[in-house]
């Protein structure tokens, strides 16, 4: 399969060792045919979307059905994460002090009502979300924090100064979130974009039919010579279950975010050669989060145990048959260019293949605390693969003598309960659009210094570690800070990582010109997407 | 003036005779007999750990080792089906009692003291049975927290007993109404005693048929409700062994190629409550002089 | 057609002299119901006969399997449960056993058709009137919806419906108890059948409604020469009516024959008890009523022998021989071994009982009381309207006295009793117990004053807690009330139980396992218990058989005269009235209209309701009944929602006038200690 | 008639005012709201103070009272808010999805009654025979059977045997009757069960009772053929009762539909109630359940209205 990616830089192929692809029609190799043009893409979107504003939103429910409509200033460049190219923007520069950036646009984007894209449509699209008007909300602010002000010498022209250097700047530019608006527009209606479409992506809005379907059609004017492909897509929201049916069925040709192994056979068994399917790991892991105000997870010997109780590698491989988990990992994904080895992830607590040892060490760990006979209770949402994950541990702990109650909750309690402390344990879940570790690991850090850090728990250590990696530009010694971060929290246990989840995207093998990454998010404009004519 | 007698009427077995009028209802009794021995001895007879995780033996199809097959935990079927029994009967025996109880109480109170007090339990009555019942048990879920009494999730049997209250006190508040207006309440009346002593003496016990009828017509309704409760995720948590839970979560993914998972367990449930509807039917058909042929 | 529709066509062929054929005859009938509890043999080879344009009593007390027999012959047994397990229903010479059902649907209707008991439920509730009478005309007739129009309307005349065109279109409900019960008889006469079979027509009727529809009914068949089979308990009705006349009693035939004999000369045991157990209106007013011991027996399992034997006073060793119903002479026949030797039904004993009379600070006085309902209307119109149940209610009652109420339904007499028992909170007016007003005492006192109340219920069977045993029922005030304790309950119990002449082993029985008598017993026995002054007695006998009904009424006034109770007893049955009360109001659509002792009432009656009331009571007396005029009183009894103004009465008075209209009479006293109600007097 | 339905009418208000108020309470005493469902969903992660901010953008920081009367304001004027979530009107919202709960709930309504009406009446005539049993056995049954359990055995069966799936958009009825019927059969006939097995089961036993009444007795004794005393004299009395269960057992259907939506991936408010509950979308939750509410409410007056017009003894009062 290797060969396939021929081409592929070497910072691609270190990204991306667990992504390949499949499929009996990729087998007559893709590159060399030419895309076609025409067709309606038909995909599957599981939620409705609640806005239709990408800057107040992080749900791929709305990424899903906005993103063809619209440009950001950077993106990543196709079939080659995590490659940085420019969108509308046609060439940028660094400062040295990496403190100024300079964006030159290009000079022939169109937005959807026929005006020409200018650096003051970037200003302004970009000052809504760093500071959003009354009304507005900004759900990126705090990835804006080191943004001083952005100046537009001339229409063409956007410069960017920053307050102190930002290691994940470039992310932050070519975030697929960070779409560009009219400015024209967001000055008569700062929330105009939250009920309308108008960009100067490949796709022009045609209508939303609430609970059921979204129909975007060619943009004639894109700024990208021959592009879209497609004449139009439609995204149609229906159930997990009812897209297995309708991909099997062939009503429509792809859903984009992934399934799980057993949905995967079903759909490439109906489908047969006419099915694709793309594997990867995915930035998003479930983690065991105590309360570490709460008696006794106020005691690490008893959250290093209950971490150690857990058999993470065997229930890799089998959970990995049953649901959308999989790889074992540390706090960054594994895979990614700054995850630890198999053997570097054995010497953690709880990471160890010897499980007879690992449980005499918990039950050691929970008589020496005085919880001999540990119960509590375990809070967790009621879909999947949480419950999955929740009876799995359940079951684990259940062998050294800890009993546990299941409490599965409704998301808003979920979120109202993790944000306030109720509760003595959870099963938690991460997720970044970047590996960039200052992302990744902020979910490990003490409380006071992140509002995502919901394990209440305070370890200057860690913090310290943590500002020490985010300042290091050396990425081998950067990568070693990374490790001890990973290593003292690990041993602390205030909230362990469980498993990572796999991303496996299935599609009708017409379906062409897609990238596939470690994230949902992306490569969802869907310029280069075309279909292949149906087979007879 | 010599004393009346008159000879004792011959008072066949009731056992018999409900079996000899209702064979339908005998039958419904049968199979809510077994099922309770079942729940009750479900650590003897059945056949593994109902909770016990086994990866060798997921998604096996019925088998000699797995009669009713495996789910995608490996976890036996028919042990978890074993073991639900005793989460159904228990979970839909107590929501029902409680709630036919409370709703029969209040029914009673109603029919007995009228006027204001009539009016103000109906209007409660007509507000809680225009709540859909779903919205009524996720809040009641979610208000009480975790209340387990004995194992028993009373906060799920609550938001089940709960909506079975204003339709109980209906019926028997409608019975309660016939027995007010019987001249042995009007005796008792003249009698001085007090209205308790009136409502548990003379009242409640002659609206005991109903009630009886009610409560069996309830323990299905109950335990379809918690299935569906449970197949909505509001109810009983995984790994607990409940139907409603077997046919939720992981079933939704699976019961294309694993049918079993969804065959058996909703078989249980749908024999469960058509037993006890069976059973409750009969009862009625018995004990109500309107059907008795 | 037009022939069909005129009354000519429809005079009764000539009787033919010494016509020997019966019109029909029922040979041997034996009717099976199964139970839950067994076999109930409720008809076991009966036999009778009825003869073209003849009149055929069927009497007998409940369960005696009279309309069972009846509904055999129009093959209308409930199934599966009743079915005819022996004998032949000949009529007009084929028996109706052997007919083929759409045969025998093709008589039903046509040849005979049926009345029954309950006009309140007989007719369809969602059909009109029009509807359900033209239905045996087109099916039996083929009539077309005009023709059966027609005659519907000449149906509704003949019975003496007014209005006809229009209240073809109306529902049942529309039409009061009595209309509907005509309604009734002129389904019956649609088609002209040659025999009407009428099941207790009258029992659910008021008295002097009851007078109507018997006069009716009597009218009609000697009019249309209809042969009528008449089946009821009421004695009474079987002598205003019957030819003849055949007794029955558990399951057969006791005695049959032409009725001037069969009451003039009874030859069964149990006819000579049944009319000696009646109290009559005609007779002065004896001691103790006589009564037939002991119940009916089970059909389940009878006793072998008579049948009767086991409540006879005159039993001898061969009625352990089952009696065969045999010829006795003069047409009548009897089924004892001994019919030859009864004596006459001997004029009861008229040793005075009960004659005391205390004066002096009487028990209860009631003034001026009023008692009004807010009833809302009912269908879309809504609204409600006050009924005035009792409007301006005034009586006293001594110590150990007896105050009859009399009255029709709806004229207030239940509630007065209500009121007084404080179950009612009376609207006005004053009730005095022994000087203190019920209305206004506290309600700690009015507890205290509820022992001395008690009250004795109609229904002997919803007047006990089913769910309680015949000695808890009774323990309750004891232990409640009177503070005995368990022990001393259960001997106060036992005594009551022998006071009231129950088996003191009946403690442990439930009320469904008693009959209607040893019920109302236990309902006297739990009143008894609170050793009370006063007890309402609210129709204590009106639903019991009439030798059951002899035995209550015995109960009660040795039960007066042993402890000194009085009673309020509120009744309709004149003659049960007259047989216990000291005094009497009688009462009509909410207001007193006349109040005097006993004997001057029904000796020298004086307001016109009254005197219609003692006219409308039937007698059961052939020569007396033939004797007396048909003077029923006419009209319908006025909706308790709109009364008349003025006299209540005066809509239905035969010596109204136009001032009646105007002027509410109040009651005065007309003649020394006799009041009354009418400015015409 | 007016007058009864205006009085009728006006005994609503106080009850729907009730569920409005329980209905708000209840919904705030749950932990959580729409904001950070909104907000975080896919993990993402706000601040508190955007958090706050968007709180306030929606009035949920508004004292209780002051937000209840503020809805209540709205209700009154007919104005329903705007969904929490997407920020539409209600109305909206739910106006493009009512269409088809309705129409699946006509279907299933009428396929019931057509069922059941004879199969009760079949069962009552032959009381206690074979015939009888066999419809008791299956309308009890219908009243066993989970309907999302029987939506999955039915979905299954058309997957493996038919091999038909639920169609992805459903075809609108005026567009093309005959299609839009095809798809909506099977989720009709799968929450139907149950109707037709409550109806069934009414009518079974009324005309039992009725066929006991004195007016069957007299109908026959009046020489009526049998058939007609079914058809006229004990059905029209029979089917009276049955009404009753009809209109209130619609309004169940329509909250009977949440899961069985779900199954058939139908787009309707039963769906669309899920998805509020589990967002918290209190504007939606609250105006869903008011609605639910309104629909109960009105099928016991219009039911009470239909007595009414087929029930002499109401009519002419």
Not at chain 1, 498 to 506: A, C, H
Not at chain 3, 117 to 141: C, D, F, K, R, Y
Not at chain 4, 27 to 37: A, S
Request: aromatic share 8%.
């Amino acid at each position: 399969m290797v060969e396939e990616f021929s081409g592929v830089s070497r910072r691609t192929l270190l990204a991306l060792p667990g992504l390949t692809f499949s499929g009996a029609a990729l087998a007559q190799s893709t590159a060399a045919e030419a895309p076609q043009r025409g067709g309606i893409l038909t995909y599957a979107v599981a939620a409705e979307p609640p806005t239709y504003d990408l800057h107040q939103t992080g749900t791929f429910a709305v990424m899903h059905r906005s993103a063809p409509h619209y440009s950001t200033l950077l993106c990543y460049e196709p079939g080659n994460y995590p490659n940085i190219i420019g969108d509308v923007a046609e060439s940028w520069t660094e400062a040295p002090d990496k403190l100024t950036y300079t964006f030159r646009l290009r000079p022939n984007v169109r937005f959807h009502d026929g005006t020409i894209l200018t650096s003051e449509d970037i200003r302004a699209s970009y000052a809504r979300m760093i500071a959003p008007p009354p009304g507005v909300t900004s759900n990126r602010q705090p990835a804006f924090s080191q943004i001083a002000a952005i100046e537009t010498p001339d229409p063409l022209t956007a410069v960017f100064k920053m307050k102190k250097v930002d290691a994940s700047i470039m992310d932050t530019f070519a975030s697929p979130w960070n779409s560009i608006y009219s400015a024209a527009r967001l000055q008569q209606d700062a929330n105009f974009p939250a009920r309308n479409i108008m960009g100067t992506g490949p796709f022009r809005f045609v209508e939303h039919v609430a609970g059921s379907h979204w129909v975007g059609q060619r943009f004639d004017g894109y700024f990208r010579e021959g592009k879209p492909y497609l004449d139009g897509f439609r995204a149609i929201t229906m159930s997990p279950s009812a897209m297995v049916n309708a991909l099997s069925g062939r009503q429509i040709l792809a859903e984009f975010r992934g399934f799980t192994p057993n949905e995967r056979d079903r759909i490439t068994r109906a489908l047969g050669r006419d099915a694709q399917t793309y594997d990867s790991s995915w930035m998003l892991h479930l983690l065991i989060s105590y309360n570490n105000e709460k008696p006794p997870f106020n005691d690490v010997r008893v959250r290093r145990a209950v971490s150690l109780a857990i058999d993470r590698w065997g229930g890799s491989t089998n959970l990995a048959r049953i649901s959308q988990l999989g790889p074992v990992g540390g706090m960054v994904r594994p895979g990614s260019e700054w995850s630890a080895t198999p053997q570097e992830m054995e010497r953690w607590p709880g990471y160890g293949r010897d499980m007879a040892a690992n449980r005499a060490e918990a039950r050691r760990l929970l008589r020496e605390a005085g919880q001999e006979n540990l119960s509590f209770t375990l809070m967790n949402r009621n879909i999947q693969p949480y419950v999955t994950a929740g009876v799995f541990v359940i079951d684990q702990w259940r062998q050294i003598g800890i009993r546990v109650e299941h409490q599965q909750v409704e998301l808003a309690a979920w979120y109202a309960n993790q944000g306030s402390g109720g509760f003595e344990v959870m099963i938690d879940s991460f997720t970044q659009f970047s590996d960039d570790p200052t992302n990744v690991l902020v979910k490990y850090i003490s409380m006071d210094r992140a509002e995502v850090a919901t394990a209440r728990a305070t370890d200057r250590e860690l913090d310290r570690l943590f500002d020490a990696q985010a300042e290091e530009r050396d990425k081998t010694r950067r990568k070693q800070l990374v490790r001890e971060f990973e290593t003292r929290a690990m041993e602390q246990a205030h909230l362990v990582p469980l498993l990572w989840w796999q991303r496996i995207v299935v599609m009708n093998a017409r379906v062409r010109g897609w990238s596939m990454s470690p994230t949902h998010m992306i490569y969802q404009d869907l310029p280069d997407v075309w279909l292949a004519p149906e087979r007879s | 003036m010599s004393a009346t007698t008159l000879a004792r009427p011959r008072q066949p077995n009731p056992v018999l005779g409900f079996i000899r009028a209702q064979p339908l209802g005998a039958a419904g009794l049968l199979v809510i007999l077994i099922m309770a021995t079942a729940a009750i001895l479900a650590e003897k007879i059945a056949p593994y750990d109902p909770e016990a995780i086994d990866f060798i033996a997921m998604l096996t199809a019925p088998s000699m080792e797995h009669p009713f097959g495996t789910d995608a935990f490996g976890r036996d079927i028919l042990t978890r089906i074993i073991y639900g029994a005793r989460t159904a009967l228990t979970i839909g025996f107590l929501s029902s009692f409680i709630g036919c109880t409370a709703g029969g109480l209040l029914g009673i109170a109603s029919a007995y003291f009228g006027g204001r007090a009539d009016m103000i339990i109906q209007r409660f009555v007509d507000i809680v049975l225009s709540f859909p019942i779903v919205v009524l048990a996720l809040v009641v879920v979610a208000v009480l927290g975790k209340a387990a009494v004995l194992g028993v999730d009373m906060n799920l049997v609550a938001a089940i007993a709960i909506p079975i209250v204003p339709r109980s006190c209906r019926v028997v508040r409608a019975a309660a109404l016939s027995v007010r207006a019987m001249p042995y309440i009007d005796a008792a009346r003249a009698g001085g005693y007090s209205s308790l002593h009136i409502i548990l003496r003379h009242m409640a016990p002659n609206v005991l048929a109903p009630y009886l009828i009610l409560l069996t017509a309830y323990i299905a309704q109950a335990i379809l409700l918690e299935a569906s409760l449970s197949f909505l995720g509001l109810g009983v948590s995984e790994p607990k062994p409940a139907w409603g839970l077997m046919l939720a979560g992981d079933s939704s993914n699976f019961y294309q190629e694993a049918p079993w998972m969804i065959l058996f367990p909703g078989l249980a449930i749908s024999l469960a409550v058509f037993a006890f509807n069976l059973f409750g039917d009969s009862l009625r058909d018995w004990l109500d002089p309107k059907f008795r042929a | 057609m037009t022939k069909l529709l005129s009354l000519d066509a429809m005079t009764p062929p000539k009787r033919l002299a010494g016509e020997e054929q019966p019109l029909l005859s029922v040979e041997d009938l034996r009717v099976e119901f199964a139970t839950s509890r067994g076999v109930v043999r409720a008809v076991d080879g009966v036999s009778w006969s009825v003869r073209a344009g003849e009149t055929l009593a069927l009497v007998g007390e409940s369960g005696c399997g009279k309309s069972v027999s009846a509904l055999a012959v129009m093959r209308l047994l409930a199934k599966p449960v009743g079915r005819v397990t022996g004998g032949r229903i000949l009529f007009q010479g084929r028996d109706l056993l052997a007919l083929s059902e759409s045969e025998m649907r093709a008589r039903r209707g046509r040849e005979i058709a049926m009345i029954f008991q309950e006009p309140m439920t007989s007719l369809n509730p969602v059909l009109t009137i029009g509807t359900q009478l033209a239905e045996p005309l087109q099916i039996h007739l083929g009539m077309s919806d005009a023709q059966a129009r027609a005659r519907s309307v000449e149906l509704l005349g003949l019975v003496g419906i007014a209005d006809a065109e229009r209240r073809l279109g109306q529902y049942p409900h529309q039409f009061s108890g009595g209309m509907r019960q005509r309604v009734m008889i002129a389904i019956g006469l649609a088609c002209n059948p040659r025999l009407i079979i009428a099941d207790e027509p009258t029992t659910a009727l008021d008295v002097t409604i009851q007078a109507q529809i018997l006069e009716l009914m009597k009218d009609l068949s000697r009019r249309l020469g209809i042969t009528l089979v008449i089946i009821t308990h009421n004695l009474g009705v079987v002598a205003r009516y019957a030819d003849r006349v055949a007794v029955m009693y558990a399951g057969r035939i006791a005695e049959e024959g032409p009725a001037e004999r069969v009451f003039a000369t009874p030859r069964h045991p149990y006819t000579v008890g049944l009319l000696r157990s009646v109290p009559r209106l005609d007779r002065a007013r004896g001691g103790m009523l006589e009564t037939i011991e002991g119940l009916p027996p089970n059909l389940l399992a009878p006793p072998s022998g008579c049948r009767f034997a086991p409540r006879c006073r005159w039993r001898q060793a061969a009625c352990d021989a089952d009696p065969v119903l045999r010829p006795i002479g003069d047409g009548q026949s009897a089924a004892c071994h001994f019919a030859e030797a009864m004596p006459p039904p001997a004029e009861p004993a008229s040793t005075e009982a009960g004659a005391m009379r205390h004066v002096g600070q009487p028990l209860l006085t009631v003034k001026g009381l009023k008692k009004h309902f807010h009833v809302p209307l009912r269908g879309f119109f809504g609204g409600t309207a006050t009924v005035k149940a009792a409007d301006d209610v005034s009586f006293t009652i001594g110590r150990g006295e007896t105050l009859g109420l009399v009255g029709e339904s709806g004229c207030g007499k239940t509630t007065v009793g209500r009121v007084v028992l404080q179950l009612e909170k009376a609207t006005g007016g004053a009730i005095l117990f022994d000087g203190e007003d019920l209305a206004t005492v506290s309600a700690r006192r009015m507890k205290a004053l509820r022992t001395r109340i008690q009250v004795i219920f109609q229904d002997p069977f919803s007047s006990l807690n089913p769910r309680m045993t015949v000695g808890g029922t009774i323990a309750e005030p004891l232990r409640k009330r009177r503070g005995f304790g368990r022990a001393a309950a259960q001997d106060r119990v036992a005594e009551l139980l022998d006071q009231v002449g129950l088996l003191r082993d009946m403690a442990d029985r439930y009320p469904h396992q008693l009959s209607g008598g040893q019920r109302q017993r236990v309902g006297i026995a739990r009143a008894l218990a609170m050793e009370p002054d006063f007890i309402v007695c609210d129709e204590p006998v009106s639903a019991l058989d009439v030798s059951i009904q002899g035995q209550i009424v015995n109960l009660l006034a040795g039960l007066q005269a042993r402890l000194g109770i009085a009673y309020l007893f509120i009744a309709h049955d004149l003659a049960v009235v007259r047989h216990l009360s000291h005094r009497i109001v009688v009462m009509y659509l909410g207001r007193v209209m006349e109040v005097a002792d006993r004997d001057t009432l029904y000796a020298a009656p004086l307001h016109p309701y009254t005197k219609a009331l003692l006219d409308a009571a039937p007698i059961p007396d052939p020569a007396v009944e033939r004797a007396r005029a048909p003077r029923a009183l006419k009209g319908e009894l006025p909706s308790p929602l709109a009364p008349p103004t003025g006299c209540v009465f005066h809509t239905r008075c035969p010596i109204a006038g136009p001032e009646c209209r105007a002027e509410v009479p109040s009651l005065r006293e007309v003649r020394p200690s006799h009041m009354a109600a009418c400015i015409k007097l | 008639m007016l007058r009864y339905a205006a009085r009728r009418i006006a005994l609503m208000v106080p009850t729907l005012l009730g569920v409005a108020l329980l209905t708000f309470v209840m919904l705030r005493i749950v932990p959580g709201d729409v904001v950070e469902v909104k907000l975080r969903a896919d993990g993402g992660y706000v601040t508190q103070e955007i958090i706050q901010r968007e709180r306030a953008r929606l009035g949920l920081d508004k004292p209780l009272p002051v937000q209840f009367l503020d809805w209540m304001r709205g209700l009154v004027t007919l104005d329903l808010g705007n969904s929490m979530w997407t920020g539409r009107p209600v109305a909206e919202e739910i106006g493009t999805r009512i269409g088809l709960t309705i129409q699946v709930a006509l279907m299933a309504a009428i396929i019931s009654v057509l069922i059941a009406i004879p199969l009760g009446t079949i069962s009552a005539l032959f009381r206690d025979t074979w015939i009888d049993y066999v419809v008791r056995i299956f309308t009890i049954a219908g009243l066993a059977v989970p309907s999302f359990w029987l939506g999955m055995l039915t979905l299954l069966l058309l997957l493996t045997v038919f091999h038909w799936s639920p169609p992805v958009t459903y075809t609108p009825f005026f567009e093309s009757p005959l299609q839009n019927m095809s798809q909506l059969i099977w989720p009709a006939l799968a929450v139907g069960y149950r109707y037709a097995a409550v109806v069934a089961r009414m009518v079974r036993s009324s005309i039992i009772e009725v066929m006991r009444e004195d007016y069957i007795r007299t109908a026959r004794a009046k020489g009526v053929f049998e058939r007609l005393v079914v058809s006229r004299h004990a059905m029209r009395n029979a089917l009276l009762p049955a009404v009753t269960v009809v209109g209130l057992e619609f309004a169940f259907l329509i909250g009977g539909l949440v899961v069985t939506e779900q199954v058939f991936n139908l787009n309707g408010i039963g769906r669309l109630f899920v998805e509020a509950v589990s967002r918290n979308d209190f504007m939606l939750i609250q105006a869903l359940v008011m609605l639910l509410a309104v629909v109960f409410v009105t099928m016991n007056l219009l039911v009470d209205m239909l007595y009414g017009v087929l029930d002499p003894r109401v009519r002419h009062g």
